[in-house]
């Protein structure tokens, strides 16, 4: 039985919660099956970190096109998400947020 590896090549994924755990580990591997990655948290070091190791990831990998780009942004402040890069039209949502922050 062979492997499945997901391609994500020409898509554009948002994933919020990006600068540590399952969002960042699912920035990557978004990133490494080939989707363009916008990267969204409140933590400016921890999401520059998750861009490189998401760039990383992707250029290491046989998909393509992978690509993440950070910005900061509270995801209950709806202006601050709409202003993130304009690359078209959105394939993937991820929330990860508010973890651990129950007065968010």
Do not use: H
Request: contains cysteine; charged residues 15%.
């Amino acid at each position: 039985m062979g492997t499945f590896t997901p391609s994500f090549e020409g898509d554009i994924a948002f994933v919020t919660g990006a600068s540590g755990g399952m969002g960042r580990a699912i920035a990557i591997a978004f990133a490494r099956a080939g989707a363009k990655v916008v990267l969204s948290d409140v933590n400016d070091a921890g999401g520059e970190e998750t861009v490189a190791l998401a760039n990383s990831a992707a250029a290491g990998s046989a998909t393509p096109g992978g690509e993440a780009v950070y910005v900061r942004a509270d995801v209950s402040d709806g202006p601050q998400v709409a202003a993130g890069p304009a690359w078209g039209c959105l394939w993937l949502a991820n929330r990860r947020c508010n973890q651990g922050r129950p007065n968010l």
